[in-house]
């Protein structure tokens, strides 16, 4: 994972994070930043990575700064636009 990049986070117990990455906290925690996580992709991630959000997309967020997530778990770059954040950080 490349620091300041955005990534579909997708770990155990079927939760669905979209960040961008920090740093690794330690061996067992990533920390992310404008970070929103899904209760409904509505698209598998392929499609969401690269298309971005859709009308069946539920999120929450932002995540609060500095917000720790597992470290395993697939990731995915994210390559679609971020409009849960206001300012442009891509």
């Known amino acids: 994972m490349e620091k300041d990049k955005f990534y579909l986070i997708a ?5 669905t994070v979209v960040g961008r990455y920090v740093r690794h906290a330690n ?12 209760t409904f992709t509505g698209a598998t991630f392929d499609v969401l990575c690269r298309d971005g959000m859709n009308s069946k997309s539920k999120y ?8 720790l997530f597992p470290a395993q778990g697939l990731k995915i770059p994210w390559l679609a636009e971020t409009p849960w954040i206001r300012r442009s950080k891509k």
Do not use: N, T
């Open 27 to 38: 061996l067992q925690d990533i920390e992310l930043a404008d970070a929103v996580y899904f």
């Open 60 to 67: 929450h967020g932002p995540l609060p700064e500095g917000s």
């Open 11 to 15: 770990g155990p117990w079927f939760w």
